[in-house]
């Protein structure tokens, strides 16, 4: 079994930045795409950034240039990087990543930005 981790979500002023970690843990041969989403309240679920298994990445367009997405794949660990906060980036951010050939998610850490 795999479990995903995340932490570093909280509170902060609008412009301020947070910095975004996800670990696996368990059973793990191999992790390909990783990535981070989030959901608002009464929204979908929304992708913000991936990264794939030779470091290619991909941004949603409203966060692109603020947040940088990162892995260390000694650790099983990604990363998000969130600069220049907005209040509409208040949600619940979920860590994905495709480990072995499965699909697996955390189980979220909320990000509050305050006007």
């Known amino acids: 079994q795999v479990q995903l981790v995340e932490s570093g979500g909280g509170l902060v002023q609008a412009g301020g930045s947070l910095r975004l970690s996800c670990v696996a843990s368990g059973s793990i041969f191999s992790i390909n795409d990783m990535g981070w989403y989030r959901q608002a309240p009464g929204k979908q679920r929304e992708l913000v950034a991936q990264?794939?298994?030779?470091?290619?990445?991909n941004y949603a367009g409203s966060v692109k240039g603020r947040f940088t997405i990162s892995r260390d794949n000694s650790k099983n660990m990604v990363y998000l990087q969130m600069n220049s906060l907005k209040p509409e980036d208040t949600a619940v951010y979920y860590c994905?990543?495709?480990?072995?050939?499965?699909?697996?998610w955390g189980q979220g850490t909320q990000v509050t930005v305050s006007s």
């Open positions: 990264i794939t298994s030779g470091g290619s990445t």
């Open positions: 994905n990543m495709w480990v072995n050939v499965w699909n697996y």
